[in-house]
């Protein structure tokens, strides 16, 4: 069996020396090596979503790896990828580093000069492991595995400038989350001014500051440090003193992301707009990174220079970054197209309309959980968070079809059948009125015709009535037949016409005893040459 081999070393010197002696490992495939630890993990992820079978079984990490610290990077890689073997390849051999490494999840290191007897050891142990792991996690079968994600998913969302509604579409993504079934967490590392309690109510001492001094964050210490709200969603809040933020640092971000990742199965984090360590690091592990813009000159610019900044920090590209148009009108100059080019990043197909006084009240009473179903941003938010894969989809069904979760459909199914009688009469009604209205039109219709007959009958000595008769109901449709016609001779200027029609009840031919009567006058012939 041929083992794969995928080194990762920032120092061009120290590429060329592993990639040498991995040559002439036997039975090895070795890849071109990666410089940087983003593009590692990028090409990990990539090999993992096209086959899990075309991951590496070993992977050497060099202890000058950036931008991430190397025992950082590993500890990742191992929970992301875990049927992947690690070994850091470092020039310090002291106890406290194999500690360290260990720790971390590394399954050996290999020291600075480089041996070729230390090397091979090293890799076909790794090697080895992953064999045996890939087998365990498949259950014996050795072709499939889990996951190698592994772990919940986490989405990072941050604002391009302040105001733009960073904390409350972090906190409604995580309520639709929730809402769906899923385990959620929602970190705020908005250090400074963290608003997600003043956005849900609640009060509570504890805050992530509390676990900067834990360098194992075990599942009873990160219990002890979250609040479960009443939504059901689990808060790991902003201290309230902005200072502490500082206590925060990118090797504590990253122990909790990590923790919370392995817990739930997602893990919402409100970034807020200044970018530090903290953030930085929560950026980049996350799996998706929403950023906020409004649809302006200003916010466009600052979405510009943030994306840039990730670049330069070289922990997200602007390609795997979802912009979200917030306050969104279709009369805006700025469309989300013109966001897209001019950040180089992907527009979500979600916008949030502009609808502040939707908001209000939710916001001022401090319980963006009760926001009303109805209201347009709240839609928005949640169609947002189906976009970003955060909503537990529905089991298919027989014809592999996903359709509505059971409930919703069961209460759909109620609502319909207490409405569709209710439909019905209604309808019936407006058909009712219908047929009225036209049955009334064709009588004034026939009196009309039927008085111009009886004019002219009576005038030349004919038979008026008859006439009359005649002309009224050679204008009534077969169904309207039963009618009564009446011209009654006058002695005065106008010789009138009466018709008198039944109202069909639903159907033509179906009276109740209903009629219309409509008149109409015309001048005798006598009178009209005068």
Not at 346 to 354: D, E, G, L, M, N
């Amino acid at each position: 069996m041929t083992t794969r081999i995928l080194p990762a070393a920032g120092d061009p010197d120290s590429a060329r020396a592993l990639i040498t002696l991995l040559s002439q490992l036997p039975d090895t495939e070795p890849a071109p090596p990666v410089p940087d630890s983003t593009a590692l993990l990028d090409l990990l992820a990539r090999l993992a979503a096209e086959s899990l079978d075309e991951l590496p079984e070993v992977v050497l990490v060099h202890e000058r790896i950036g931008p991430v610290p190397a025992l950082d990077l590993i500890r990742d890689l191992v929970l992301r990828f875990p049927a992947v073997g690690v070994v850091l390849v470092t020039a310090d051999t002291s106890p406290a580093l194999l500690t360290a490494a260990m720790d971390s999840g590394a399954r050996g290191i290999v020291a600075f000069p480089l041996s070729y007897d230390a090397l091979a050891e090293r890799v076909q142990a790794a090697a080895a492991w992953s064999t045996g792991m890939r087998r365990h996690l498949a259950g014996g079968t050795g072709n499939e595995l889990v996951p190698a994600g592994g772990g919940g998913r986490v989405v990072a969302v941050t604002g391009a400038k302040g105001g733009v509604g960073t904390t409350l579409t972090a906190v409604q993504l995580a309520l639709a989350a929730a809402a769906s079934g899923r385990a959620v967490a929602l970190l705020d590392l908005d250090l400074q001014s963290g608003d997600v309690a003043s956005y849900l109510d609640v009060q509570f001492r504890r805050s992530v500051a509390d676990l900067a001094a834990i360098h194992d964050i075990t599942p009873r210490v990160l219990q002890d440090a979250v609040f479960t709200h009443e939504s059901g969603i689990d808060l790991l809040l902003a201290p309230a003193d902005g200072e502490r933020g500082e206590e925060i640092t990118d090797r504590v971000a990253r122990q909790v992301v990590h923790a919370l990742r392995a817990r739930y199965e997602v893990v919402v984090v409100d970034c807020g707009t200044q970018m530090g360590a903290a953030n930085a690091a929560a950026v980049e592990l996350a799996d998706q990174t929403v950023l906020l813009v409004t649809p302006d000159v200003v916010a466009v610019r600052a979405a510009k220079r943030m994306v840039r900044l990730w670049d330069r920090l070289q922990i997200r590209k602007a390609e795997e970054t979802v912009t979200v148009v917030n306050r969104y009108a279709r009369a805006a100059e700025i469309q989300p197209n013109l966001v897209e080019r001019v950040t180089g990043t992907k527009t979500a197909r979600t916008s949030i309309p502009a609808a502040f006084k939707e908001l209000q009240a939710a916001v001022d009473a401090g319980r963006m959980q009760d926001l009303d179903n109805r209201s347009t941003v709240k839609q928005a938010l949640w169609t947002l968070a189906a976009e970003l894969d955060l909503v537990a989809a529905p089991p298919p069904d027989a014809g592999g079809r996903r359709g509505r979760r059971r409930g919703d459909k069961g209460a759909v199914t109620l609502e319909f059948a207490a409405m569709f009688p209710l439909v019905l009469v209604v309808m019936g009604l407006l058909w009712q009125c219908v047929l009225y209205g036209y049955t009334y039109s064709l009588a004034g219709n026939a009196a009309d015709e039927a008085a111009r007959a009886a004019t002219s009958a009576y005038a030349s000595g004919g038979d008026g009535q008859g006439a009359c008769d005649a002309a009224g109901r050679s204008h009534l449709p077969s169904a309207w037949q039963d009618a009564t016609i009446s011209c009654p001779p006058s002695s005065g200027p106008v010789t009138r016409a009466t018709v008198t029609v039944d109202v069909p009840l639903f159907f033509p031919g179906v009276n109740p005893g209903w009629s219309v009567t409509g008149e109409a006058g015309a001048a005798t012939e006598e009178d009209a040459g005068r």
